[in-house]
Every structure is written in C-alpha cells, then in structure tokens.
C-alpha cells in the first residue's frame, strides 16, 4: 500500500522515510524483516491476517513518567500552550507516523484525542471538533479505526469506578463520556468499541456492595449497547479482561471471567474480548491461554498486543518481542478462523529510557516482523499432520463406541459404571509433550528462514 507519509504542514519524523518490507537478510534497523504486508499465507495477505493497529496513548501522548520520576521525552507536537492546538499537532504526528509504519489501523480514547473540558458539553464539542479532523486524515492517508473507547479510569472523579461506582452521579457522567466515545467511533467508521473497565473493581472487599456493583455494570453495557446499535454501530463491542491495576482486583479479572459474566447477563455475541497479553500473564496465564479460552467461546474479538517481565508483576506493557509468545497466539488465531474485524493492536509503550525518536519505529517494526514470523511459524507447524494427529489423536476414544456416545449424551453414570467394570484398569497413554514442544522448535528454525 503507498501513502501519503506526512500530512499537516510540518514534518515531525524528519530522516525516517516509508519503512519497507528489506527482507531478513536486510541490517537496516527501519525495514521490516519479515512482515511484507502483501505475502500470501494461508490463504490471506499478512496485512489481512495481522491488521496491525497503533494506539494513540503509549505513542503520541504518554512521555515516559513513571511513578518516581517525570517524562523523559519531549514531543514535538506537544509544545503549544492552547490545548486544541497540541491535540491538533499530535493528530498530524501521529498520521504521519501511521503511515510511515504502514500500519492500516489505529486506536484511540476520547481524551488521547482532545482534552477534556470544563463541563460534559464542552468536552462533547472537543472531541467533534477533533474526530472532524481525524475523518479528514484518515480520507487523506486511507487509515483506519480500529477501535474507539472512553477514558474512565484517569480523573480522580472515577477513583472509586465508572460503571461500578457507588454514585450514581459518577455513573450518569461515565456514560456521558461513553455516548460521545460511540458517536466518534461511529463518526470515524469504527470496527470495534472496547471497554477495559480499569477501575470496575474494588480496594477494599468489606466496603463494597460486589453484587450491587457487577449487576450496575451489566445495565451500564446493555445501554451502551442499545444506543450504539441505534446509531448505527454494526462492529463488535470488546471487553479486554486484566485482573488488577490499578485497583486491587477488577470484576473483568481473565477471559473465562467475562465469558461467564456476558452470558450470564445475555451480552455475548454483541460483545466478545479484546485479550491483552500483559493483562493474560496478570492473570497467571500465559497470553495463548485467553486467546485460546475465548476463541473456544466463539468470543475471540481482538488483540492488545504486548508482553509482560516474568520478574515484574505489574502490567510492563513492553513491544511484543517474545517469538513463543507471538507463534503459540498465532496458532490459536489462526486456528479460530483470523481475527475477523478484530486487529492486532500494539497497546505497548518504549522503556523510559528509549529516547530516540527512532525509538518509536524501532519498537513498532520489532513488533510486526515478531507476529508476522509467528504467523509463519504458526502456520507452518499447524499444517505439520504429526502436529495434528498428536493433538487430535489424543481423543480418539471419542470418536466411535461408548466414547462417541457419551459425547452425544446417551450414557447415564450407572452405565459409565458398567463399561468401567468391564474394562478394567486403562492402559497408560504418554501426553507427549516433550514431542510437541520439539516439533515447535523445529519449525521455528524452518519456518522462519
Ligand atoms: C490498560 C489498557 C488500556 C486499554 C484501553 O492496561 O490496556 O490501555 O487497552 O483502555
Ligand atoms: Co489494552
């Protein structure tokens, strides 16, 4: 795809060009080495497969502060005292950045994009006046939204919540914001809209009424849901599960969590997850594990695409470097069919001390060249028959006789008893799983050259 690379009247990546696909023999550090956006794999470009997606946040707002210390980059498009200004100058870098990456989709919050105001109508009108430009940039350079949300956890009016929180005053405010998120969302042509409920949780289980705040929570998506599908909203609302950070634990803790909650609350299918992998490893699962447990739901919806520090428990939010982590999340992907409207979006952030400007490339190209290898890694392994049969053969007892039947629900206990009895001890079956992992291995030599 060739796009206009910078737009506005300034240049804010003067030196950086459009990054290409260099091959993996290529040293430059601004090429990509193994995604090539047009490569036919399984029957899909890896654009198509991959639908990378930067988000507004981590890139183009945060500065590196940490919670000892401030920034340590200062941005370009940042400087002007007025703040629609600034947010008008952070649009152009970030459009420009989009397309010197070549990546087809972005994602924001309400207030990435303008800054809030002193009431909800004044807020209402920086946003419009903010997505009226982001239309005309994404005309412009053929962008596109993968997903729009609303920031209910950074004021210190949501200390205690958004939807859950024990004031219906703050409620009443969250789903003002969520109203002009969706209108954006629509207004931009949006795929998705995600809710990560950062402070729907608790500090403090003795002064919470849980079942009173999880039952607020449900209400609070049912209208959001019906006011985005009377706006028209066709795409998929997400949940993206993390199980604490910053409150002590959220009601959204992992996938199976919020797949039991949207069924319970008759949510699934208009909403599926959005699973992050940091958030994943939070949970004390691996990233492959939510993917794999919403996919299994047929709630597989989109991708926060990071790492985690196994020394660190907090939410890191590093590039996704880590080829196992990229292959094993590939191979469920790919398994459950793509991501459909979903994407990849990379919810990561460069270290405090990655200052460079190329930094921000660097960090963005290790990213798509680690998934798009864990495409081809992913897609070369599932195609391995001993790979299959090693999985699937596991289960043969199921696939005729008494196994068969007892799928299909025609067996009682009492019978179960009987077919015990009389096959006595069953033999020993290896799970081989030090097999699987080797075979892994190989095809990540293979398939990556
Ligand atoms: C926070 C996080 C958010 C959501 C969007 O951990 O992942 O950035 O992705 O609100
Ligand atoms: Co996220």
Not at 23 to 34: C, I, P, R, T
Not at 130 to 139: N, P, S
Not at 374 to 392: E, N
Request: net charge negative; glycine share 10%; aromatic share 10%.
């Amino acid at each position: 795809m060739s796009r206009k690379v910078f737009v506005g009247d300034r240049e804010y990546f003067p030196g950086i060009g459009q990054i290409r696909y260099e091959g993996s023999e290529s040293d430059n550090a601004l090429a990509f080495k193994a995604y090539d956006p047009a490569r036919v794999v399984a029957g899909r470009t890896m654009e198509e497969h991959l639908r990378f997606a930067v988000c507004y946040w981590h890139t183009f707002c945060a500065e590196g502060a940490d919670p000892f210390g401030p920034g340590t980059r200062s941005h370009a498009w940042a400087v002007k005292t007025d703040a629609m200004d600034r947010s008008r100058d952070r649009l152009d870098a970030a459009f420009e950045f989009f397309s010197k990456l070549n990546v087809p989709f972005w994602c924001f919050h309400d207030f990435d994009l303008a800054s809030e105001g002193a009431s909800v109508a004044e807020s209402e009108e920086n946003l419009r006046a903010m997505v009226e430009l982001a239309g005309e940039r994404q005309r412009e350079t053929g962008l596109r939204l993968l997903w729009g949300t609303a920031n209910l956890f950074s004021h210190p009016r949501y200390m205690n919540g958004a939807a859950t929180n024990p004031d219906f005053a703050v409620v009443a405010r969250a789903a003002a914001q969520v109203k002009a998120a969706l209108d954006a969302t629509v207004e931009l042509g949006g795929g998705n809209y995600v809710f990560w409920g950062g402070r729907e949780g608790y500090a403090c289980l003795q002064n919470t009424d849980t079942r009173r705040e999880l039952e607020h929570m449900a209400i609070f998506l049912e209208k959001a849901r019906d006011y985005g599908r009377s706006i028209g909203f066709d795409g998929t609302f997400l949940i993206e599960p993390k199980p604490m950070e910053p409150m002590k634990h959220q009601y959204d803790f992992d996938a199976q969590t919020v797949i039991g909650f949207l069924r319970h609350h008759g949510l699934a299918g208009d909403f599926k997850l959005n699973i992050e992998a940091n958030h994943a490893t939070l949970a004390g699962h691996p990233f492959a594990h939510d993917l794999r447990m919403a996919a299994d739901a047929d709630l597989l919806g989109s991708i926060d695409a990071n790492r985690g520090d196994p020394q660190n428990g907090w939410d890191t939010d590093q590039f996704p470097l880590d080829l196992y982590d990229c292959v094993h999340g590939m191979m469920v992907v790919l398994e459950a069919g793509g991501l459909g409207r979903g994407g990849l979006n990379f919810d990561a952030k460069i270290r405090r001390e990655s200052t460079d400007i190329e930094d921000m490339f660097i960090a963005h190209i290790g990213g798509m060249d680690a998934f798009a290898r864990g495409l081809l890694i992913a897609d070369s392994i599932l195609g391995d028959p001993r790979m299959r049969s090693l999985r699937q053969g596991r289960y043969a007892s199921f696939d005729s006789g008494d196994g068969e039947r007892f799928e299909n629900r025609d067996l009682d206990l009492a019978a179960l008893r009987d077919i015990a009895a009389g096959t006595g001890e069953p033999a020993q079956t290896s799970g081989k799983q030090e097999l699987v992992e080797n075979l892994i291995n190989d095809h990540i030599v293979r398939a990556a050259r």
